[in-house]
């Protein structure tokens, strides 16, 4: 079998998490990476055995023997790496946020609209086990109609304060669960009222809420907080409720199933998202980039998300984000 020849365009932590999955699928080679940072650039190419390297994404894009790319730059970027990325006949793997604004992602979708690669729009959650039987189960009916729905996303302060001059809680991890009830539910956002708690002198405030009411009536409840105390045992506290007219159900993605008390005291590390088992990184990340793999190798659009489906949630963060700056409640088109 003929491997697919991926590049990664920006290392940050997640970016590097996206190459090291690629080394260790069976359908893809890390061809190439790129990052304008030389010496992260020589770093991560010697890790992980990359053959090319690039400071510039355009010299990535233009290569003809890469096949696809993850982009994993900050997401004021996206539009423009995406829409050269497409032009240039890649199958792009596009991080969430598909960008930071509607006409952006608008962009996004007419150039994907055009293009020969495969598209798709990196939303983990999807490829979540413990959320994808969720969805399993709303649509056999088990829960009836959604009638409600709760979800929090907490962090350590620890976390916080390193991303929160780069994106806020509500971009940052409400796109998730926002992303997550529209999948689930099947319906639109109408109406969102957020607000948001300034901590420090950081770019962003440390906590996002926001309350959604949906075109079936049902009602939405989103909450980021990258305030917890910075001794917080767990990597993350991610839960959902859905309340139907027959039932109900529960999502834990927060209880990592274990707990490991030693001199620096409890901590419960990640199981589900991209845990490392066996000297290979398992989980979420690993079900979705395996997935656009399949995806590529079949030559099928992917089905799990459909890049509309990720430009409705950008429009449902942006209109919570303005909501708690003006104080009002929002109508979306």
Known sequence: MKKIKHGVIGLGFFGEYHADVVCSTAQMELTAVCTRRQQRLDEVAAKYNAAK?????????????????????????????AVEALKAGKHVLLEKPMADSVADC?????A??????IFMVGHICRFDPRVALAKEAVDQGRVGKIVYMYARR???FQIGREVLDKVSPLFGDGIHDTD????LSGAKVNT????????GDFKYPAIGTATYRFDNNAVGVIETVWALPENTPFTIDARMEIIGTEGAIYIDCGNAGLTINDQDGISKPDTGYWPRVHGTLVGAL?????????CISKGEK???????????AVAVICAAEESAQSGKVVELE
């Open 53 to 81: 390297k690039y400071t510039d994404y355009r010299d990535l894009l233009g290569d003809p023997e890469i096949d696809s790319v993850s982009i994993v730059t900050h997401f004021c970027d996206h539009k423009d790496i």
């Open 112 to 117: 994907a609209a055009k293009a020969t690669g």
């Open 286 to 294: 690993r079900n979705e980039l395996v997935y656009f793999a399949d």
């Open 106 to 110: 608008d962009a996004i979708l007419e």
């Open 180 to 183: 997550i009830m529209l999948w």
């Open 192 to 199: 969102a009222y957020a607000q948001n708690v300034q901590i």
């Open 302 to 312: 992917p089905t799990v998300i459909i890049p509309q489906e990720s430009r409705q």
């Open 154 to 156: 907490n962090l350590s």
